[in-house]
Each structure stands twice: as C-alpha cells, then as structure tokens.
C-alpha cells in the first residue's frame, strides 16, 4: 500500500483489506452465536457503512433482516450539525436490532440513531462499529458491543469512509497525515 493525496491532503495506509476482512469475519462469528435462535434486524448508517455492512452480513449464519437510515455529520474534514436525511422503513418494535456504524467519532451520529430506534420499542439494540475514536468520543454508549479497531482522531478514507465524495470504493483504510 502506497500514499495517496487528494486535492492537497496526503494519506497513509492505516489498516490493509486482509487485516479489516479478519475482523469483520470474527464480529460475524460472534453475532452469529449470539443470535443463534432469534432474528435480529441490522442497520446500517449510510453511506460511510456499505462495505462493512456488506462484508459484516456475508459472515453472519443466522436469518436476518437489514435495512439503512441516511445521517449526514461531516463536510470535508469536520463534523458538521446532524440532519437524517432517509428514513427506517421497517416496523422495529419488539425486535432485536443492530446498528452497524463505519466509524464512531464523537458519537453524535450513534446517540441520535441509539434515540430514534428506542423510541419504536425494540426488544433490544446494540450497535457495531467498525471504528472508534475513543479520544473524540463525548458519550458512553453501553450498547456499543462490537468494535473492530479503535484508533486515534486521525481523519479516515477508505472502505466506505469518504473525503468530500471520494475514496468510499478503496479496500484498504487510509489516514490523514501532514503533508
């Protein structure tokens, strides 16, 4: 894995496919145990999510059901106000769901989406990151069972994660370094 650099920023690998792919697959094995005898129904957050979701529900072993909201909270480098943009369209109450995050940062976007899904009454939620900050994070969140990498307040692209649009197709997470 090389740098790359996108309108002046310059990035490095941080986590190569093989490394993400090893622990999708294991969070997969786990959900799966721990949903043996139910049907849980995942989340995921758009758009930052698709390619750990995908990956994440390839792994799992038992019957399922997903669905997506569409929160918006970055322009650029920074985070921005929350707006949900796209709705559930499915009827969660006395479910077991799963909310599935590409990245947790300061956990607005969670703490939002952990409000609206409890207020239709599921029989339980937890939520699955693929990333966390813990430095930047500004809530305690309980139901955050699932976390793939923790790592520090570098800026990410790669495997769904984005700068302005782009890099959301790259296999491999980058970080943001100074140039």
Request: glycine share 8%.
């Amino acid at each position: 894995m090389k740098k790359i650099e996108i309108d002046g920023l310059v990035f490095e690998p941080l986590f190569e496919e093989e490394q993400i792919q090893k622990r999708v697959r294991l969070m997969g094995i786990d959900i799966s145990l721990r949903y043996e005898h139910k049907q849980p129904v995942f989340i995921g957050v758009l758009n930052g999510c698709f390619m750990f979701m995908a990956d994440l529900l390839k792994q799992i072993e038992v019957p399922c059901e997903m669905s997506f909201i569409k929160l918006a909270s970055y322009i650029g480098t920074g985070q921005s106000e929350l707006n949900e943009l796209l709705g559930l369209g499915i009827d969660l109450e006395g479910r077991d769901v799963i909310i599935v995050e590409d990245i947790v940062d300061s956990g607005h976007s969670l703490k939002h989406t952990l409000d609206a899904v409890k207020r239709l009454n599921p029989a339980s939620v937890i939520a699955c990151a693929l990333l966390v900050k813990p430095e930047a994070l500004q809530y305690h969140f309980e139901e955050l069972t699932y976390v793939g990498f923790e790592i520090s307040k570098e800026f990410v692209v790669g495997y769904g994660m984005d700068y302005n649009g782009l890099c959301r197709n790259l296999p491999d997470i980058y970080k943001n370094v100074p140039a």
